[in-house]
């Protein structure tokens, strides 16, 4: 789990923007550590998140994302009836299986991104409302889209970590090193 992005590659602006999203990947993984399936589902807030919740809609947003660029079909799509079923561990989910999954999905990504010739190549936005009509996007543009959504979550992973027993990201990291 990075916890401190190293300086790229003199012009590795690829492998600097992977880095920068495995980090921040990272964040939500160090929340995870040391919990139950049961622990890693409970909502300390009025909030509907949970950190399982958390990690299944950031592995299906990566998902998604990189289906997009792919210009593939990502079947995560959700309907009305079952978009809460993207922020919960549904059936036999368990916070194992989905870690597992999203190191597949971002295995994936970078090797995507490594084998695009170019970050300057693009792909369309869908037609959804929140997207302007006709848009297309870059290989760029999408890590950096991954980036701030998976740090956004990251950040409220902290949150409802800290709200669950009161351990940070850096007690957890010092404990599971047996430094703590």
Excluded: C, Y
């Amino acid at each position: 789990m990075v916890m401190h992005v190293h300086a790229e590659a003199h012009g590795d602006e690829r492998g600097a923007l992977l880095a920068f999203l495995d980090e921040q990947r990272g964040g939500i993984r160090r929340a995870l550590l040391g919990l139950t399936d049961e622990q890693a589902a409970t909502r300390p807030s009025a909030s509907e998140l949970s950190l399982s919740g958390l990690l299944k809609h950031v592995a299906e947003t990566e998902q998604g994302w990189l289906s997009l660029a792919r210009q593939e079909t990502s079947g995560t799509e959700r309907s009305e009836e079952d978009r809460g079923d993207g922020f919960r561990l549904t059936g036999d989910e368990t916070v194992g299986s989905t870690l597992a999954r999203w190191d597949e999905v971002a295995r994936r990504t970078e090797d995507f991104i490594r084998a695009v010739p170019s970050l300057n190549d693009t792909f369309p936005l869908p037609d959804q409302p929140w997207f302007p009509d006709g848009e297309a996007v870059s290989m760029r543009w999408l890590l950096l889209r991954l980036i701030t959504e998976t740090a956004r979550h990251a950040g409220h992973a902290d949150i409802v970590r800290e709200s669950l027993d009161g351990k940070t990201a850096f007690e957890l990291v010092a404990q599971q090193q047996g430094r703590g």
